[in-house]
């Protein structure tokens, strides 16, 4: 009774606090059936969900990540079920690799209509842990930066000569608020990636080539598994996250978010000093997990993996 009434709580705040997905398949299929759809980070998580409702909705999915086991798993399950999906093993840390396989898809089907940048690696550690770790930053400045950047570059010139795409951006509510300690290295890399696209929006606009970005706060998936405090706070599942996506696509929202994101940006500003001083604070009264430390490396993306 008492664990019933819990889950009823939980699933009210969770409401009360993400976006809302406010459509429904048959608009979904609308946007996408037929159309060549690339996500990255199809794997895991919020990407391989997405992956499956879109191929659900129609849309021919092509699935990039690095775990090929895992991609065959998705792209299996999708024509199981009557879908279109294709997979590539690709490190997208590695701008050439980004960009070879921009090129291997383009070749493979002419053109890209839809691409949903997921892909992306998240590292909680305190600075003073990352003294002889620069590969941190090496790390997150190429998958959630430098990587999609390159892929991009080597998609957009055909997206413009059709006169039509989308780009939706799977970001962070961190890149609009007052930086948390601990998350340095994570937040810098996907703020450059999130005003690089802001800062392009407005040139491809006019080639018909939307750009959309989800900030989301906590989803539950393997990224957020490895810090514990994680699983006791607000966030949404994979298939809620996915969904959100699928907005994206049909409303072509410029920028998705939960509702408080707007007036905690503002007053992260306003506040900039207070607010500071308070995650300080914080800071000086939690730990970094075991797994920051080096202690329970599991391929996680907030523990010590090494990919
Ligand atoms: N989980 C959260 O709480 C949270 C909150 C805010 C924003 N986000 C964002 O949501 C997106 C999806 O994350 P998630 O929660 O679904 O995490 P996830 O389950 O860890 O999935 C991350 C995906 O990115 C792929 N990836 C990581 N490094 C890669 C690389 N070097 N090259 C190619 N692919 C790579 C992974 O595949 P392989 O390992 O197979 O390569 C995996 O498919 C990320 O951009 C993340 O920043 C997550």
């Not at 396989?101 to 940048?117: M, R």
């Not at 990352?130 to 998609?155: C, H, K, S």
């Not at 997206?159 to 601990?182: C, K």
Request: charged share 20%.
């Amino acid at each position: 009774m008492l664990s019933a009434l819990t889950r009823a709580a939980t699933a009210a705040v969770n409401r009360a606090v993400n976006p809302q997905p406010g459509h429904d398949l048959a608009d979904l299929a609308g946007a996408v059936r037929g159309k060549n759809v690339l996500v990255t980070g199809a794997s895991y998580g919020v990407g391989a969900t997405t992956a499956r409702l879109l191929a659900r909705a129609g849309a021919t999915v092509l699935l990039a990540a690095r775990t090929e086991e895992r991609l065959a798993e998705v792209a299996d399950d999708i024509t199981a079920s009557g879908g279109a999906a294709y997979f590539y093993c690709a490190n997208l840390a590695d701008p050439v690799a980004a960009e070879a396989l921009a090129g291997t898809i383009l070749a493979e089907h002419g053109h890209v209509d839809i691409v949903v940048s997921n892909a992306g690696k998240s590292i909680r550690r305190s600075v003073d842990l990352q003294y002889d770790r620069f590969r941190d930053f090496e790390r997150t400045i190429g998958v959630n930066y430098l990587g999609p950047v390159r892929m991009l570059l080597a998609l957009l010139p055909s997206m413009r000569a059709r006169g039509q795409g989308q780009i939706i951006n799977v970001s962070t509510i961190g890149v609009r608020l007052t930086p948390a300690p601990r998350w340095g290295a994570y937040q810098a890399s996907k703020s450059a990636f999130d005003t690089w696209l802001r800062s392009i929006a407005p040139e491809i606009a006019h080639d018909g080539v939307a750009v959309s970005t989800f900030y989301p706060s906590l989803i539950y998936t393997r990224m957020s598994a490895p810090t514990p405090i994680m699983r006791q706070l607000p966030g949404m599942s994979s298939a809620e996250a996915a969904d959100i996506v699928g907005r994206a696509i049909v409303t072509r929202e410029r920028a998705i978010g939960p509702w408080w994101l707007g007036p905690a940006e503002v007053g992260s500003v306003l506040l900039a000093g207070p607010v500071t001083w308070a995650l300080g604070v914080l800071y000086r009264n939690t730990d970094d997990t075991p797994s920051a430390n080096g202690e329970a490396a599991n391929g996680a993306s907030h523990a010590n993996a090494e990919r």
